[in-house]
Structure formats: C-alpha cells, structure tokens
C-alpha cells in the first residue's frame, strides 16, 4: 500500500506564494507519474500539473507560467511552486501518484485559500 501525504497548504492573499509538497511511501515499484490536481467547491477535478520519472512536465492552461512542478526521485517527493495567486486557485490540491506497476494511489488533499 503507498502512503501519499501533502503539505503546504494554507491562507494566501492575491499575488502571494505557496509552496505544497507531496511524500510517497511504500511503494514496491518506481514511480512513474506524479500529479497535482484541485477541486474548488461545486467544480470538477482538474489537473494541475503533472511530472513524469524522466523530468516532463505538463501544466493545466490557467497555471502556466504561475506554478512550477518538480520532484526529488530519490525520495518520491514532489512540489508544487505558486507565485501569483488568485483567488479562483482557492481549491483542494490533491496529489496523484501512479507506480510503475500496479494501481494510482491520492492524498487526502490540502486546501489552499487565496484571500484578501
């Protein structure tokens, strides 16, 4: 069973910053993709961003050029970088982790709020 835990979250106000993290445990293969999604209320789940074991990223249209993902292989972390935020980023961010083999595995999320 893998373990998938986020951080970061909080209260920001617009144009400000947060950095969330997600930690994968227990995973008996390599992780192939790593994903942040949010949920704002009464909206669909989208796709934030998305990192591949190989470094390729890809970005949801109302975020490119504000966030930056990454990750650290070695520890089966990833961040997810937010510079000028709005208040429509106000959401659950949820991060996806999908094993070489085997099941997609989310976190329980953690909010982000953007208000002044």
């Known amino acids: 069973q893998v373990q998938v835990v986020e951080s970061g979250g909080g209260l920001v106000q617009p144009g400000g910053s947060l950095r969330l993290s997600c930690a994968a445990s227990?995973?008996?293969?390599?992780?192939?993709?790593m994903d942040w999604y949010r949920q704002a209320p009464g909206k669909q789940r989208e796709l934030v961003a998305r990192?591949?074991?190989?470094?390729?990223?890809n970005y949801g249209d109302s975020v490119k050029g504000r966030f930056t993902i990454s990750r650290d292989n070695a520890n089966n972390t990833m961040y997810l970088q937010m510079n000028s935020l709005k208040p429509e980023d106000t959401a659950v961010y949820y991060c996806?982790?999908?094993?070489?083999?085997?099941?997609?595995?989310w976190g329980q999320g953690t909010q982000v709020t953007v208000s002044s």
């Open positions: 990192i591949s074991s190989g470094g390729s990223t």
């Open positions: 227990g995973s008996r293969s390599s992780i192939y993709l």
């Open positions: 996806r982790v999908l094993p070489l083999y085997g099941p997609d595995y």
